[in-house]
Structures are given as C-alpha cells and as structure tokens.
C-alpha cells in the first residue's frame, strides 16, 4: 500500500460523494466536448463545402438563403437567373470558372442538381463505379445517396419538384444512374448530379431524352403552372405570355426556349483580386441579380450562432468551475475529518511533500475521472444525435472525431482539480502533530 | 547499566515548557536494547510530552535525546521523520488506525513509509501472531475495540522498528484486556527484537515490566 494507494482508498472509502463530484465535472467537459465537436465540425465543414468558391450570383433576395441553397443545398434557392448570365461571366476576363447550378427537383428528398461535370470535379469527385454524365437524363449519384436509395448503376428513376421529396412527379422524365461517386466529405455526397439540360427538359424546356416535338407544349404548360414553387417563381405574366405565343408557332416556341433557358445560381471563382473589387458590384447593380460571397455570408451566420454557442460554453464553463468548487469542498471537509490520519501519516514517518502529493493526486483522480468519463459522455452523446437527426449526419456530424480542443478541456479540468485540492493540501505543510494528536484524540 | 554504545534511548536534563510553565521534566534517563520500561505517573505529569519529545514530534525547551546514538532532539525536521521512520514504531491509545484501508493494507502502508516496500509475508506472519487472520481484510470500524489493539500493535512492529512506543496502550481496557495487551505486546516485540517503552497512569501493567521510570507533576516555575 503506497500514498497514491491511499489516495484511492479514500475515494473509495466516500464513493457516494465521489460518483456525485466525478458526475458533476461528467455533466461540464461533456457540454463542452458537444459544443467543440458540433462547431469545430461544423465549421470545417462550412469550410469545405465553399472552399475555392468566391462568389455566387443568383436572383435577388437575402444573399444567406442563396448561399445556404446554392452552396450547402439546405435552404429553397432565392429565384432563377436567365442562362446568358453564364456567358456574361465566362467572358469576363477576371473570372476564372463558372459553374452553373439548376436546381428544383429531388428524389426522395436528395436534391438534382442540374450542373456541369466541373461541379463535381470541384469537390475531387472521383467515381467510384460508372462514369461521368454525358447526356441529358444521365446522372451521377453521391456517396450518400447511393447508401440512402440503394440504388446502383442503371437504375432509373423520376425526379419530383421540389426539394423537401413530396412534390409532383415528373412522369416520362426518368434519370439513369451512370455514376456513382466516392465519398467526398462534402455537400456532393448527398447530391444527384446531372447535365443541366436534364433539369430544363424534366421542366419542359428543350429536349427530353424520349418525347416527340408534339408533347412539347403541354410540358410548356405544365412548367407555367408549376412557376409558383420555389425555385421556379419568375415572372408569371411573361410566362403566360410566351405560353401563347408556343401555342401559336412551334418555330418561335423554340425560339423562346432558348431565350427562357435558365440556372438558379452560378459558383464564381475570380481569376484575380480585381475580380472581387469590380464583380460584385457589377452584379449587384442588375435588376434580377445578386452576388453574395460565402466567406462574408457564413461569417455573419456562425457569429449569429456564436452568441448562442458563446452562451452554452459560458454555461458549460460555469458548470465546471462549480464542480471545481465541489471538489475543494468535498476535499476540505474530508481532510479536516482526517487530520488525525493526516498526523499518524507523519508519526509512521510519511513526508509532508509526500502526504502533499497524496492529498493532490486525490483531486486530480477525481478530475481525470470526471474528465474521461466527460469526453466519453460527449462523444456519445453525439454520436446518438448523429444517428437520430437525418440533418446532422447530412452535416458529417462524426462522434469518431477527436479535436485538439479537447485535450485542452481534459487538462483543464484535471488541473482545475488539482488546484481544488491545493489549498487543503498545503495545510499539510503547516500541521503541528504533538498538536493535532492531542486534539484529535 | 548498558554501556553508551548500546543505548537505545538516552535522554539528559530534558525539560519542556509551554507559555513559561515547565511541563514535564526529566533530568536523566536511558534504555537499552530489551529494556522494557514502564513509564508511569499521573496525568499531568508529561508522560506524552517525554514521548513526543522522543520521537522527534516536539523540540525539547532544553536537554537532549538521543535515539539509537543520534541526537534527535536536535536534528532538522526532515531528519527527524527520517530517523523516526528507521527506528520507532508507535501505538496509540485511541489506535489512528487508517480509516480507508483494511487491517491488512494499514500495515502493509507503514511497511511502506518505514522501509519503502511492503513485505506480505512479514505481514501476515504478523497478523496471525495478533491472533487478526479472520480479520485481516476488515475496515477498522469492522473491528471490536481489542481487535483494533492487535491491528495497531501489529502495524507498530511491521517494519521491524528497534523501538516500540506505546501511549496509554491499556487505560480503557478492563483487567483482564489489559494485562492481555501486555503480553501481546511483550511476546510481539520478543519475536521481533524492539524494545518497549509503554506510558501508563495504570499500575496493573506494574507487574510486568522490570524497569519502570516514574514522572512526576512537575514544579511550576516563576
């Protein structure tokens, strides 16, 4: 039996005060392990999903949605742009690549994405079965998706309007699965992506894979009257109008086609700084558009979050200084309970460095264990939010991740109760033993 | 008499006071190796002081102790648990048996703090000599008030000390527990070689003990 036995022994000698001291520190580094875990996560993964993205333009609204819709794909897209603004931005000398979106149609509830294949190279897509798209109705599947559906190469399927999976049905528009990509720790994962030419024609415009020239105005019509879902809310009059003007010439209805073709938002990578002095404005500046850049848009998100996340760690932090206390409390009145003890210690000939220790170490073990059992709680606990909430697995919410910051809480706390166990034990140093033998007879 | 060199305690002109009121004093005493001494006096009289003094707890105010050849009464505190440690085993009358640890580990600390490793078999070999083997994985307040006695006896002698001091070892025990205290104590420090030196208001253990140092109150002084 040594003096850190004896420490043990002690703790022991208590457990019901000890299990509620380690329960209370648990409570705190869990707390703060989960908020370290959900903002550092999510965060890196805000950070990723736009990295190398320097500007979006898309129609007029509030410049977050477009970015929460046309980036991260959560929020419904602000309104349609016409196509000849991708044309306008390729030809821009600052502009290094453009890469358009068309979006408004999910199955199950994972969003087409109408796009180009640079999309896909932009988040290093890589295939992990099949082939890029080449045509039209051809379509390339995330990880995620692939895992959600079960769906495999060839397997056709109809696209719904809308994004939240209950919307109409396109019917006689079927995709076909050519693809099926890697993960790539990004939104891609969870998207279906296909040439934007699908996404026109599964709305009428252009070509379908399968349809003759002859169903070509009822689809005409049948985009009109679906104008009022979002994503799809242009100018409804103009629309009516045009549709008229189908019905009266099939000559002109292509022409119109062409002239109606749009994207919902295009992603921007400037070639040079000048880029973004001159761009946005430029933009801006246009009645049917908006440029809104990530870095700005999700700095203003996470510091609306920060004050909510800054309150929980406040709390979180609050917590642990009262289990800290706690522990002072529990050690100082267990130790003048043992003062005799402390004093036949000396009398067996312990050194008071060594009882010191003794005493210390007895509050660092109730912290180290608090601490542990807190990091284990908190990753638990995330994990089991992971596995309950769709959403925070569509995050990458990963309880499997460990993060620098919480070595720095285990610490924190360890010493936190080292310091608690500071002051009664410094008393060590000072004890009069004839004195306290007589006194604790 | 022993000679110098075989003494194990040797005090000299010791005299102690607090706030200016002499509590204890004795001006000549010495044991040597197997010398069982009995010290007895009334309360009051400084028997505690004299074994405070002795094993380094308290600074004499004047005259000196020497243990086993070194002056305790002068060395450095950290000395002092040094050479307590080496050379004094010591038995309470309330026991201070550790509160946390079973029979078993309380000796098996002392053996620790004494010598720096613990030696099971002494040990045990200890705990059957007390009569506690039934009792050797019990928490002290498991213990009948004799039990905890043995229990502390065994721990005074587990790292084989060259002294064993025991404080009013038997004055809330009745006849027959006393005088079995006694001999425990006698026989255990027989078979471990430490000698005695055992304070006592109660003249029962008088019989036992050859040699007996009597205190009394002493004189107060201006």
């Known amino acids: 039996m040594t003096l850190a036995g004896l420490s043990l022994a002690y703790l022991k000698d ?24 959900f903002s550092s996560q999510l965060s890196e993964r805000f950070a990723r999903d736009a990295q190398g993205i320097d500007l979006v333009v898309g129609a ?80 390339v599947i995330g990880a995620q998706v692939a895992r959600g559906t079960g769906a495999g190469l060839g397997q056709k399927f109809e696209g ?51 349809e003759d020239h002859d169903d070509h105005e009822d689809h005409e019509h049948e985009t009109a009257g679906h104008d009022e879902h979002a994503g799809h809310d242009h100018e409804h009059d103009d ?7 189908v019905a009266h010439d099939d000559d002109a209805a292509h022409h119109a086609d062409e002239a109606e073709l749009e994207v919902t938002a295009l992603l921007v990578k400037y070639r040079s700084s000048l880029a973004a002095v001159r761009l946005p404005t430029f933009i801006n500046r246009q009645t049917q558009l908006q440029a809104a850049a990530p870095a700005v848009e999700m700095t203003r998100l996470l510091s609306l979050l920060g004050v909510g996340i800054d309150a929980v760690r406040a709390f979180a932090i609050l917590l642990m200084i009262t289990s800290g206390l706690s522990i002072f409390v529990a050690l100082y009145s267990a130790l003048r309970q043992r003062e005799g003890d402390m004093a036949m210690l000396r009398v067996m000939g312990a050194r008071p460095p060594a009882i010191f220790g003794h005493i210390v170490l007895e509050g660092v073990l109730l912290a180290a264990a608090g601490a542990l059992l807190g990091v284990i709680v908190g990753h638990w606990v995330v994990a089991f939010a992971a596995a309950t909430f769709p959403q925070l697995q569509d ?31 410094l008393k060590v140093f000072r004890v009069d033993i004839a004195q306290t033998l007589a006194d604790t007879r | 008499m022993t000679t110098p060199s075989e003494r194990l305690i040797e005090v000299q002109g010791l005299r102690h006071e607090i ?94 703090l004494a010598l720096g490793h613990a030696e099971p078999a002494i040990i045990d070999d200890l705990i059957g000599q007390v ?57 255990t420090a027989e078979t471990t070689g ?29």
């Open chain 1, 14 to 37: 208590r457990a019901l005060n000890t299990a509620l001291n380690i329960l209370l520190l648990t409570l705190s580094v869990a707390t703060l392990v989960i908020l370290v875990l």
């Open chain 1, 60 to 139: 007029k609204g509030s410049p977050l949605q477009l970015i929460l819709s046309s980036i991260y794909q959560v929020d419904v897209p602000t309104g349609n742009i016409p196509l000849e603004t991708l044309e306008t931005l390729r030809a821009d000398p600052t502009v290094a690549e453009v890469i358009p979106l068309a979006l408004g149609d999910s199955f199950r509830s994972y969003r087409i994405v109408g796009t180009e294949s640079a999309y896909v190279e932009h988040y290093n897509g890589r295939m992990a079965e099949g082939r890029m798209f080449e045509a039209p109705y051809e379509t």
């Open chain 1, 160 to 210: 719904s309007h809308g994004l939240s999976g209950d919307g109409h049905v396109h019917e006689q528009t079927p995709f076909e699965v050519v693809g099926i990509l890697a993960p790539t720790g990004t939104v891609l994962d969870r998207l279906i992506v296909t040439p934007v030419a699908s996404v026109w024609g599964a709305h009428g415009f252009g070509t379908g894979p399968s």
């Open chain 1, 239 to 245: 629309h009516e109008h045009e549709h008229d003007d």
């Open chain 1, 395 to 425: 995050m990458g919410l990963s309880a499997l991740r460990f993060e620098p910051a919480e070595a720095v809480i285990v610490l924190a706390a360890i010493a936190m109760g080292g310091l608690a166990a500071l002051v009664p034990a």
């Open chain 2, 19 to 112: 706030a200016g009121r002499c509590v204890m004093d004795v001006p000549a005493f010495a044991a040597g190796r197997g010398e069982h001494t009995l010290l007895i006096g009334p309360s009051g009289s400084g028997k505690t002081t004299l074994i405070n003094v002795i094993t380094g707890l308290i600074t004499p105010t004047s005259g000196e102790v020497r243990i086993d050849g070194e002056l305790m009464s002068s060395l450095p505190p950290a000395k002092r648990d040094q050479l307590r440690r080496r050379t004094i085993g010591v038995v309470f009358q309330t026991l201070r048996l550790i509160s946390a640890l079973t029979v078993r580990q309380n000796l098996s600390l002392a053996q620790t």
């Open chain 2, 131 to 187: 009569g506690l083997k039934h009792r050797a994985d019990a928490m002290p307040r498991e213990l009948s008030h004799g039990e905890g006695q043995r229990a502390a006896i065994a721990r005074a002698l587990c790292a084989r000390p060259a002294i064993v001091v025991a404080d009013e070892p038997t004055s809330a025990l009745d006849d027959a527990n006393a005088l079995a205290m006694a001999e425990l104590l006698l026989s």
């Open chain 2, 194 to 222: 430490a000698t005695l030196l055992i304070a006592t208001h109660d003249n029962r253990l008088r019989d036992r003990f050859a040699r007996t140092l009597a205190l009394t109150a002493p004189q107060v002084t201006a």
